[in-house]
Protein backbone atom coordinates (compact mmCIF):
# COMPACT_ATOMS: atom_id res chain seq x y z
CA UNK A 1 0.00 0.00 0.00
CA UNK A 2 1.31 3.48 -0.77
CA UNK A 3 1.80 5.87 1.82
CA UNK A 4 -0.40 8.21 2.77
CA UNK A 5 0.77 12.07 2.99
CA UNK A 6 -2.34 14.28 5.08
CA UNK A 7 -2.19 18.05 3.88
CA UNK A 8 -3.89 20.18 6.19
CA UNK A 9 -6.04 22.62 4.31
CA UNK A 10 -4.24 25.91 4.94
CA UNK A 11 -1.59 24.84 2.71
CA UNK A 12 -1.54 28.58 0.83
CA UNK A 13 -1.48 27.35 -2.43
CA UNK A 14 -4.07 25.95 -4.44
CA UNK A 15 -4.89 22.25 -4.13
CA UNK A 16 -3.97 21.58 -8.25
CA UNK A 17 -0.75 22.87 -7.47
CA UNK A 18 -0.51 21.02 -4.32
CA UNK A 19 -1.23 17.85 -6.27
CA UNK A 20 1.34 18.78 -9.21
CA UNK A 21 4.31 19.10 -6.48
CA UNK A 22 3.46 15.64 -4.71
CA UNK A 23 5.58 12.90 -5.33
CA UNK A 24 5.19 10.14 -7.20
CA UNK A 25 4.58 6.69 -5.11
CA UNK A 26 2.30 8.34 -2.47
CA UNK A 27 -1.58 8.56 -2.05
CA UNK A 28 -2.19 12.31 -1.40
CA UNK A 29 -5.69 13.41 0.88
CA UNK A 30 -6.02 16.83 1.63
CA UNK A 31 -8.62 17.31 4.26
CA UNK A 32 -9.22 19.92 7.03
CA UNK A 33 -8.23 19.08 10.53
CA UNK A 34 -10.96 17.45 12.75
CA UNK A 35 -13.34 16.74 9.82
CA UNK A 36 -14.58 12.61 9.20
CA UNK A 37 -12.31 12.44 6.11
CA UNK A 38 -9.25 13.75 8.53
CA UNK A 39 -10.03 11.51 11.70
CA UNK A 40 -10.74 8.34 8.72
CA UNK A 41 -7.07 9.17 7.06
CA UNK A 42 -4.85 9.65 10.22
CA UNK A 43 -5.07 5.96 11.35
CA UNK A 44 -3.15 5.24 8.19
CA UNK A 45 -0.98 8.32 7.70
CA UNK A 46 2.62 8.02 7.53
CA UNK A 47 3.31 12.01 7.03
CA UNK A 48 1.48 14.81 8.24
CA UNK A 49 1.98 17.88 6.46
CA UNK A 50 0.90 21.41 6.55
CA UNK A 51 0.45 24.36 9.27
CA UNK A 52 0.12 21.63 12.16
CA UNK A 53 1.94 22.88 15.05
CA UNK A 54 -1.54 23.24 16.83
CA UNK A 55 -2.37 19.54 16.23
CA UNK A 56 1.13 18.16 17.81
CA UNK A 57 -0.55 16.80 20.78
CA UNK A 58 -1.07 12.89 23.18
CA UNK A 59 -4.51 13.03 20.53
CA UNK A 60 -2.79 13.23 17.25
CA UNK A 61 -0.38 10.25 17.98
CA UNK A 62 -3.12 8.53 19.82
CA UNK A 63 -5.24 8.53 16.61
CA UNK A 64 -2.06 7.96 14.22
CA UNK A 65 -0.27 5.10 15.37
CA UNK A 66 1.88 5.03 11.93
CA UNK A 67 2.56 8.63 11.55
CA UNK A 68 6.68 8.36 10.74
CA UNK A 69 6.64 12.30 10.35
CA UNK A 70 5.11 16.48 11.03
CA UNK A 71 6.11 18.08 8.64
CA UNK A 72 5.10 21.84 9.58
CA UNK A 73 5.04 24.63 6.72
CA UNK A 74 5.69 27.29 9.07
CA UNK A 75 8.77 28.61 10.42
CA UNK A 76 7.21 28.33 13.66
CA UNK A 77 6.42 25.62 16.00
CA UNK A 78 5.47 27.66 19.63
CA UNK A 79 1.87 25.94 19.50
CA UNK A 80 3.20 22.53 19.19
CA UNK A 81 3.67 20.36 22.43
CA UNK A 82 7.31 19.00 21.92
CA UNK A 83 6.95 16.59 24.84
CA UNK A 84 3.82 15.03 23.36
CA UNK A 85 6.21 14.58 20.05
CA UNK A 86 8.82 13.47 22.33
CA UNK A 87 6.90 10.58 23.89
CA UNK A 88 5.73 9.61 20.59
CA UNK A 89 9.28 9.54 18.95
CA UNK A 90 8.10 11.34 15.83
CA UNK A 91 10.22 14.15 14.51
CA UNK A 92 8.70 17.24 14.18
CA UNK A 93 10.01 19.55 11.25
CA UNK A 94 9.73 23.00 10.14
CA UNK A 95 10.29 24.59 6.55
CA UNK A 96 13.86 24.65 6.64
CA UNK A 97 14.03 28.47 6.30
CA UNK A 98 11.54 28.34 3.24
CA UNK A 99 10.32 31.95 4.30
CA UNK A 100 13.84 33.20 4.96
CA UNK A 101 13.69 35.48 1.97
CA UNK A 102 10.47 37.09 2.50
CA UNK A 103 10.54 37.32 5.95
CA UNK A 104 14.04 39.36 5.89
CA UNK A 105 12.82 41.24 2.75
CA UNK A 106 9.42 42.14 4.54
CA UNK A 107 11.73 43.44 7.85
CA UNK A 108 13.61 45.98 5.43
CA UNK A 109 10.45 46.85 4.21
CA UNK A 110 9.24 47.88 7.96
CA UNK A 111 12.43 49.56 8.56
CA UNK A 112 12.69 51.87 5.03
CA UNK A 113 8.53 52.41 6.26
CA UNK A 114 9.00 53.77 9.38
CA UNK A 115 12.53 55.66 8.48
CA UNK A 116 9.88 57.37 6.00
CA UNK A 117 6.74 57.51 7.62
CA UNK A 118 5.41 55.94 4.79
CA UNK A 119 2.16 55.23 6.12
CA UNK A 120 1.75 59.00 7.58
CA UNK A 121 2.60 59.99 4.29
CA UNK A 122 0.71 58.16 2.12
CA UNK A 123 -2.35 59.14 4.63
CA UNK A 124 -2.15 62.92 4.49
CA UNK A 125 -1.46 62.56 0.29
CA UNK A 126 -5.04 60.67 0.43
CA UNK A 127 -6.73 63.25 3.06
CA UNK A 128 -5.49 66.07 0.48
CA UNK A 129 -2.78 67.68 3.12
CA UNK A 130 0.28 67.38 0.82
CA UNK A 131 2.60 66.83 3.56
CA UNK A 132 0.52 67.50 6.35
CA UNK A 133 0.51 70.97 8.32
CA UNK A 134 4.89 70.26 7.99
CA UNK A 135 7.52 68.43 6.12
CA UNK A 136 8.17 65.33 8.30
CA UNK A 137 11.06 64.44 10.00
CA UNK A 138 12.40 61.71 7.67
CA UNK A 139 16.14 59.23 7.69
CA UNK A 140 17.45 57.57 5.45
CA UNK A 141 19.11 53.74 6.55
CA UNK A 142 22.19 54.24 5.29
CA UNK A 143 25.02 53.89 7.96
CA UNK A 144 22.83 53.44 10.65
CA UNK A 145 23.38 50.47 12.83
CA UNK A 146 21.51 47.76 12.66
CA UNK A 147 21.47 45.39 15.41
CA UNK A 148 19.88 41.65 14.85
CA UNK A 149 18.65 39.73 17.97
CA UNK A 150 18.89 36.35 16.22
CA UNK A 151 21.58 35.43 13.82
CA UNK A 152 19.61 31.84 11.99
CA UNK A 153 18.81 31.46 8.31
CA UNK A 154 16.84 34.54 8.42
CA UNK A 155 18.93 36.86 10.23
CA UNK A 156 21.83 36.07 8.27
CA UNK A 157 19.83 37.19 5.25
CA UNK A 158 18.61 40.28 6.79
CA UNK A 159 22.12 40.89 7.57
CA UNK A 160 22.91 40.77 3.94
CA UNK A 161 20.47 42.60 2.70
CA UNK A 162 20.99 45.28 5.29
CA UNK A 163 24.67 45.36 4.22
CA UNK A 164 22.75 46.43 0.53
CA UNK A 165 21.95 49.69 2.13
CA UNK A 166 24.94 50.48 3.90
CA UNK A 167 24.20 49.49 6.90
CA UNK A 168 26.86 48.25 10.04
CA UNK A 169 25.30 45.28 11.37
CA UNK A 170 26.07 43.66 14.93
CA UNK A 171 24.23 41.14 16.39
CA UNK A 172 23.52 38.94 19.57
CA UNK A 173 22.47 35.12 20.25
CA UNK A 174 22.99 33.25 22.38
CA UNK A 175 24.91 30.81 19.65
CA UNK A 176 27.17 32.92 19.23
CA UNK A 177 28.89 32.42 15.50
CA UNK A 178 32.89 31.49 15.35
CA UNK A 179 34.54 34.27 14.01
CA UNK A 180 35.29 33.39 10.49
CA UNK A 181 31.62 33.26 9.97
CA UNK A 182 31.28 36.42 11.45
CA UNK A 183 33.97 37.63 9.13
CA UNK A 184 32.44 36.19 6.06
CA UNK A 185 29.02 37.62 6.80
CA UNK A 186 30.74 41.28 7.63
CA UNK A 187 28.78 41.41 11.05
CA UNK A 188 29.60 41.43 14.49
CA UNK A 189 28.45 40.74 18.44
CA UNK A 190 27.40 42.41 20.60
CA UNK A 191 25.90 41.86 24.27
CA UNK A 192 22.05 41.69 24.62
CA UNK A 193 21.82 44.92 26.61
CA UNK A 194 25.23 46.21 24.61
CA UNK A 195 23.40 45.68 21.44
CA UNK A 196 20.00 47.45 22.16
CA UNK A 197 21.85 50.99 23.32
CA UNK A 198 23.84 50.71 20.02
CA UNK A 199 21.69 50.15 17.97
CA UNK A 200 20.27 52.90 15.62
CA UNK A 201 17.31 49.74 14.37
CA UNK A 202 16.94 46.34 16.32
CA UNK A 203 15.02 43.97 14.23
CA UNK A 204 14.06 40.42 15.95
CA UNK A 205 14.74 37.11 14.13
CA UNK A 206 14.07 34.29 17.37
CA UNK A 207 12.01 31.49 18.25
CA UNK A 208 9.32 32.16 20.51
CA UNK A 209 10.13 29.66 23.76
CA UNK A 210 10.23 30.44 27.30
CA UNK A 211 13.68 31.89 27.13
CA UNK A 212 12.85 34.29 24.35
CA UNK A 213 8.56 35.25 25.83
CA UNK A 214 9.56 39.28 27.03
CA UNK A 215 12.86 39.43 26.23
CA UNK A 216 11.97 42.87 25.61
CA UNK A 217 10.39 44.59 28.13
CA UNK A 218 9.82 47.52 29.96
CA UNK A 219 13.50 47.56 31.29
CA UNK A 220 15.18 46.47 28.04
CA UNK A 221 12.78 48.84 25.88
CA UNK A 222 14.34 51.50 27.49
CA UNK A 223 17.61 51.01 26.70
CA UNK A 224 17.15 52.03 23.44
CA UNK A 225 18.47 55.17 21.61
CA UNK A 226 16.05 58.09 21.55
CA UNK A 227 15.96 57.73 17.67
CA UNK A 228 15.64 53.74 17.65
CA UNK A 229 13.26 51.94 15.92
CA UNK A 230 12.15 48.22 16.63
CA UNK A 231 11.37 45.61 13.90
CA UNK A 232 9.76 42.84 14.83
CA UNK A 233 8.90 39.56 12.83
CA UNK A 234 9.05 36.63 14.30
CA UNK A 235 6.48 36.03 17.36
CA UNK A 236 4.51 38.86 19.30
CA UNK A 237 5.00 37.67 22.61
CA UNK A 238 8.81 38.32 22.36
CA UNK A 239 8.25 41.66 23.49
CA UNK A 240 5.97 42.56 26.48
CA UNK A 241 2.91 44.17 24.20
CA UNK A 242 1.71 46.44 27.00
CA UNK A 243 5.44 47.73 27.57
CA UNK A 244 6.00 48.46 23.71
CA UNK A 245 3.06 50.39 23.55
CA UNK A 246 3.86 52.34 26.95
CA UNK A 247 7.34 53.13 25.48
CA UNK A 248 6.14 54.02 22.20
CA UNK A 249 3.00 56.54 23.52
CA UNK A 250 5.68 58.23 25.43
CA UNK A 251 7.99 58.73 22.40
CA UNK A 252 10.81 56.69 24.33
CA UNK A 253 11.66 55.48 21.18
CA UNK A 254 11.38 56.71 16.94
CA UNK A 255 9.13 53.78 16.19
CA UNK A 256 8.57 50.23 15.32
CA UNK A 257 7.46 48.04 12.66
CA UNK A 258 5.31 44.85 13.67
CA UNK A 259 4.08 42.25 11.44
CA UNK A 260 3.34 40.19 14.93
CA UNK A 261 1.01 40.95 17.99
CA UNK A 262 0.80 38.82 21.48
CA UNK A 263 -2.66 37.94 20.23
CA UNK A 264 -3.71 37.54 16.65
CA UNK A 265 -5.81 38.75 15.20
CA UNK A 266 -5.23 41.73 17.63
CA UNK A 267 -8.58 42.86 19.01
CA UNK A 268 -10.40 45.81 17.84
CA UNK A 269 -9.36 47.91 20.62
CA UNK A 270 -5.32 46.94 21.20
CA UNK A 271 -4.09 50.60 21.51
CA UNK A 272 -1.13 50.08 19.52
CA UNK A 273 -3.61 51.01 16.67
CA UNK A 274 -3.89 55.02 18.07
CA UNK A 275 -0.35 55.50 17.24
CA UNK A 276 0.93 57.42 14.25
CA UNK A 277 5.04 56.19 14.79
CA UNK A 278 4.07 52.54 14.06
CA UNK A 279 3.80 50.39 11.34
CA UNK A 280 1.74 47.10 11.25
CA UNK A 281 1.10 44.23 9.02
CA UNK A 282 -0.83 41.08 9.29
CA UNK A 283 1.67 38.60 10.32
CA UNK A 284 2.20 38.84 6.55
CA UNK A 285 5.92 38.49 6.62
CA UNK A 286 6.56 34.72 5.16
CA UNK A 287 3.51 34.04 2.69
CA UNK A 288 4.78 35.29 -0.76
CA UNK A 289 3.82 33.11 -4.05
CA UNK A 290 7.46 32.15 -3.83
CA UNK A 291 7.69 30.75 -0.37
CA UNK A 292 4.34 29.47 -0.21
CA UNK A 293 5.99 27.14 -3.09
CA UNK A 294 8.76 26.43 -1.32
CA UNK A 295 7.57 25.43 1.86
CA UNK A 296 5.82 22.56 -0.31
CA UNK A 297 9.05 21.50 -1.88
CA UNK A 298 11.21 21.50 1.43
CA UNK A 299 7.88 19.32 3.04
CA UNK A 300 7.66 16.91 0.01
CA UNK A 301 11.41 16.31 -0.49
CA UNK A 302 11.79 15.84 3.80
CA UNK A 303 8.88 13.20 2.93
CA UNK A 304 11.12 11.53 0.27
CA UNK A 305 13.77 11.60 2.68
CA UNK A 306 12.78 9.74 4.87
CA UNK A 307 10.56 7.03 2.66
CA UNK A 308 14.29 6.46 1.69
CA UNK A 309 15.35 5.80 5.13
CA UNK A 310 17.40 9.15 5.65
CA UNK A 311 17.64 11.40 8.48
CA UNK A 312 14.71 13.75 8.29
CA UNK A 313 16.03 17.67 7.48
CA UNK A 314 15.06 20.36 9.98
CA UNK A 315 13.86 18.50 12.44
CA UNK A 316 13.17 21.17 15.67
CA UNK A 317 16.42 22.00 17.79
CA UNK A 318 14.67 21.03 21.40
CA UNK A 319 14.00 17.34 19.97
CA UNK A 320 17.34 17.19 19.07
CA UNK A 321 18.80 17.92 22.64
Not at 122 to 140: C, D, F, I, K
Amino acid sequence: MASRIVVVTQSMVDEEVVREMAPDGFELLIAKPGSPEWQGAMGGADYLVGFADMLVQDELFAISPKLRLVQVLSAGYDRADLAAARRAGVPLCNNGGANSVAVSEHALLLMLAVSRQLIKQHANVVAGRWRGNSTPRLHEVRGKTLGIIGMGTIGKKVARLAQAFGMPVHYYDIARLPEDQEDLLNVRFRLFRELLRTSDIVSLHVPLNASTRHMLGARELALLQPEAILINTSRGPVIDEVALHAALAAGAFAGAGLDVFDQEPPPADNPLFNLDNVVLTAHMAGPTQESNISRLRNAFDNVQRMERGEAPLWVVPELLA
